[in-house]
């Protein structure tokens, strides 16, 4: 099973914001496209940001201008860059393969925007 470690989440005001990152190692990571995912609370997991191996990119409407997905092959790691957070925004993100539909998850990092 691939690992994920999520890192880089936590509380901050509207308008703020994160940086998350992603390691999976032990995989072929330049070969796989990735994605960021988010869960908010009575809600199901949906696709935010993802990117091809070949870093060509793609973002949920929601989000569109305001994150931007980046990845390192180099450290077999896949960015989150969240800017101009809205409290809608909160949720426990999490990366994986893109597309997945499976049960294999990290443990995830929770983002609130709140003031």
């Known amino acids: 099973q691939v690992q994920l470690v999520e890192s880089g989440g936590g509380l901050v005001e509207p308008g703020g914001s994160l940086r998350l990152s992603c390691v999976a190692p032990?995989?072929?990571?330049?070969?796989?496209?990735m994605g960021w995912y988010r869960q908010a609370p009575g809600n199901q997991r949906d696709l935010v940001a993802a990117?091809?191996?070949?870093?060509?990119?793609n973002y949920a409407d929601s989000v569109k201008g305001r994150f931007t997905i980046s990845r390192d092959n180099a450290k077999n790691t896949v960015y989150l860059q969240m800017n101009s957070l809205k409290p809608e925004d909160t949720a426990v993100y999490y990366c994986?393969?893109?597309?997945?539909?499976?049960?294999?998850w990290g443990q995830g990092t929770q983002v609130t925007v709140s003031s």
């Open positions: 032990g995989i072929m990571f330049s070969f796989y496209d």
């Open positions: 994986n393969l893109h597309p997945y539909n499976g049960d294999n």
């Open positions: 990117i091809t191996s070949g870093s060509s990119t």
